[in-house]
Structures are given as C-alpha cells and as structure tokens.
C-alpha cells in the first residue's frame, strides 16, 4: 500500500523530521522529532499518528520527542543500541529486520552502526525510500565517526548494506540540512 512522505524542517540546525504517512488510512509514523513540536504537530494535519521512529539517540533527532509523544501518546521505537540515550522511554526495540506497519504500509528496520552503536535507516521497499539518520548525508557527506560510540569500519559497513538495497532507483531522505526530497542512482558507491 502506497506510503507517502513529508518533511519538516525543525531547530536551527535544521534537521529534518519525516512524516510517513499511509495514503489509504491516514496513520502516520514521526520520524526522528527533533524539536518544534507545534510544526511537527501542525504537518500531521487529519493524520493518526501511529507511532514515532527514531533514528539514533542524539540530540537533534529527539528534542521533541516528550512533546510529540505527549501529545500525541504514541509508543516510540528505538534500537535497544541507542536506547539509553532516551532513558526507560521506548516502548518498542527497531531491530534488524524487522517490520512497522504504518496504516497498511510497511516500513522496514535497518540496523546501520558506525554513526552511533544503535543506529537504524528505514526502507520503504515498494516507494524506493531511505531514511538514512546520519548513515550518509545527500551531497556527499557521511555521518560523523569522531563522537563516542561511533566506528568507522562499521560505518563503512553499513552504508555498503544500505546502499545495496534492492530498488530500481533509491531516494535517501537525509535527516540532516536544507535539502529538497531528491532522487539518487543506486551505484553502488558511497555517498
Ligand atoms: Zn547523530
């Protein structure tokens, strides 16, 4: 079933938050909240929030998690990796593998480490869509590997993996930056 897909600009950084949202039952997934919960909750419009998935634990990806999640009351996934970086709060671990039903779509987990230990992308296989935390960057960048927890060779690893995905053509939703919803070749090089 058709997913479809918005951007939020949030926080001065800016960071993108992405809304997944079924086209056929309006259920909607938030993707990594992290700040200005009234844009967030304003670009939800009629939709019924199902749950909110998150990336990676740092900062800019959950500012508003508290916020969205009290508004809204849905449960929030994390990789049980990354889970301390939200204390007791996730009710359901993203592992490798594993499927979230958005309305009757599905969006598959990712687990991608190197950025962070807990680091998961999501793939819609039927859109072609990736949401890459801070996996890999449009432009060229790739997440950073200078933080604590973070792996080079591992990050090297995972973008190999994501980049192999099987999709005619790949579109990585990037979470960081100013950047327009974009479609990129699958080369298989790293971006
Ligand atoms: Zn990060």
């Given at each position: 079933m ?9 926080g ?21 909240p ?34 969205v ?69 449009l ?8 933080l604590?927890?973070?792996?080079p060779?591992?990050l ?11 999709a ?20 298989g090089?790293?971006?």
């Amino acid at each position: 079933m058709k997913l479809g897909v918005e951007r939020v600009e949030v926080g001065p950084w800016p960071m993108n938050c992405y809304l997944i949202r079924c086209q056929a039952t309006g259920s909607v997934a938030i993707v990594d909240p992290g700040a200005d919960r009234e844009l967030i909750l304003a670009a939800l419009g009629e939709g019924e929030p199902c749950c909110v998935l998150l990336t990676h634990g740092h900062p800019d990806h959950i500012g508003a998690l508290d916020d969205v999640r009290r508004a809204t009351g849905v449960p929030v996934g994390i990789h049980p990796g990354d889970a301390g970086a939200i204390g007791a709060d996730a009710d359901f671990p993203l592992l490798d593998g594993m499927e979230v039903e958005v309305g009757g779509g599905r969006v598959r987990v990712h687990h991608v480490p190197g950025h962070t230990p807990g680091s998961v992308s999501f793939y819609c296989q039927g859109e072609g869509l990736i949401f890459s935390g801070d996996l890999i960057f449009l432009g060229g960048g790739r997440g950073r590997t200078d933080l604590e927890g973070s792996n080079p060779g591992e990050l090297k690893n995972s973008i190999k993996k994501i980049l192999s995905l099987p999709a005619e053509r790949l579109s990585i939703l990037a979470m960081g930056g100013r950047q327009r919803l974009r479609k990129r070749e699958n080369t298989g090089r790293n971006c």
